[in-house]
């Protein structure tokens, strides 16, 4: 399993993540942000692609 945090003082809703793991960050109807904060191992590029595309560093993996 792998947690997710996203610093949404940091987040500017900008939604790259989104597009490198649609399974777990969304932008909602208002444009902001939504995750899940639990996901499942087989996500893990795609949860490290999206840290890596974050402009804003908003999203850490928890250890
Ligand atoms: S890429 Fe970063 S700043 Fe953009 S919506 Fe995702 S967490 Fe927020």
Request: proline share 3%; hydrophobic share 40%.
């Given at each position: 399993?792998?947690k997710?945090?996203?610093?949404?003082?940091?987040?500017?809703?900008?939604?790259?993540?989104?597009?490198?793991?649609?399974?777990?960050?969304?932008?909602?109807e208002?444009?902001?942000?939504?995750?899940?904060?639990?996901?499942?191992?087989?996500?893990?590029?795609?949860?490290?692609?999206?840290?890596?595309?974050?402009?804003?560093?908003?999203?850490?993996?928890v250890?």
């Amino acid at each position: 399993m792998i947690k997710i945090e996203v610093d949404m003082d940091l987040c500017q809703h900008y939604g790259q993540c989104v597009f490198e793991a649609p399974n777990l960050f969304k932008l909602n109807e208002d444009d902001k942000l939504e995750y899940h904060a639990e996901a499942d191992d087989s996500e893990i590029e795609n949860v490290e692609a999206a840290v890596d595309v974050c402009p804003m560093q908003a999203i850490r993996i928890v250890e």
